[in-house]
């Protein structure tokens, strides 16, 4: 068998992938652009990728294609119309980056809500050095406990992130943004309560019909002046123009970011004019890379190319 990574940078280039060696000849590309994609995957009978766009045009030619995986769990990249045409089967993978993404949301948020920016640049500057007291008292910061605790999103990640911020005595309320999901440990409210309600608002949602622009100027208008908000969903799922005017007019505290509308961040993107940088943290794309989850990732795609490898051999 052939198997082709196309972009197997996104991967990171700290893992082992010598695994997949066993199942025959293994081709790595660094990125592969759309025009370049049917010269390479001509030959292929499993591609593993994570953003390399798979239609007619791209993956037309691969005659021999029998799987493809996608290495996350979104497959936006993917026309299924055209996979299922050609009996060509698709995996994803869920649920492997779920405790790195909680631990990134409370990171994030701690970053912000006790001003670690600022403290840090004080002490290193040294102005902490023979200062009249020993605490320096000029960025307030308040307790997470008692706080109200909103979630757009009750799937796993959000669940897990319930249940931390229960740990710290936070009052969990979430919004459905399906209508699917429910719970009987956390309290169910309508969008608009839900905003005005909350004294963190962190979003796990993902990007559909339903969530695309959900978190807007008007949605803004609405929270708490004094709200963190933190996205580790989809970028899209907010106005980035409306947040960065809300940061700046203080309609909200502040906002913490591990995705963005466009990625790799564009040269235009607004929340570049946020006014207060400490207001903001911008990570790239980075609460599900934690080492175990990605390996724990490509360890499942491993399992999914050995059962079509081992079902190959009995023909």
């Known amino acids: 068998m052939k198997i082709v990574f196309p972009d197997r940078k996104t991967l990171g280039e700290d893992l082992d992938l010598s695994g997949f060696n066993r199942f025959g000849d293994v081709v790595m590309y660094d990125f592969t652009k759309p025009e370049d994609m049917p010269e390479r995957v001509r030959d292929a009978d499993i591609l593993i990728l994570n953003k ?175 709200a963190i908000l933190i996205n580790v969903g989809r970028g899209p799922i907010i106005v980035e123009s409306d947040l960065r005017d809300a940061l700046n007019a203080g309609k909200i505290a502040a906002a913490g970011l591990d995705v963005l509308e466009t990625e790799p961040m564009a040269a235009d993107n607004p929340l570049r004019e946020v006014l207060d940088p400490e207001k903001i943290l911008i990570t790239p794309h980075i609460a599900w890379a934690t080492v175990e989850a990605r390996s724990r990732l490509m360890k499942i795609i491993e399992d999914q190319v050995s059962v079509l490898h081992d079902q190959w051999k009995r023909k």
């Open 52 to 226: 390399a766009l798979v239609n007619e045009q791209t993956c037309g030619c691969a005659k021999h294609l029998k799987l493809v995986c996608v290495t996350a769990t979104g497959t936006n990249n993917l026309d299924k119309e055209f996979l299922d045409r050609r009996g060509i089967a698709w995996r994803n993978v869920a649920g492997y980056s779920t405790e790195s993404v909680v631990q990134h949301t409370f990171a994030m948020l701690f970053y912000l809500m006790e001003h670690l920016p600022y403290y840090d640049r004080y002490v290193k500057s040294g102005s902490y050095v023979n200062d009249s007291t020993f605490t320096h008292f000029e960025r307030h910061f308040h307790e997470l406990h008692g706080m109200n605790w909103g979630i757009i999103g009750l799937g796993a990640i959000g669940s897990r992130v319930g249940e931390i911020a229960q740990c710290f005595g936070c009052q969990v309320r979430y919004f459905s943004t399906s209508g699917r999901n429910h719970s009987s440990i956390f309290r169910e409210v309508d969008f608009d309560t839900l905003l005005a309600a909350s004294d963190i608002l962190s979003v796990h949602a993902p990007l559909n019909e339903q969530t695309k622009g959900l978190l807007n100027k008007d949605a803004f208008r609405r929270m708490k002046s004094s």
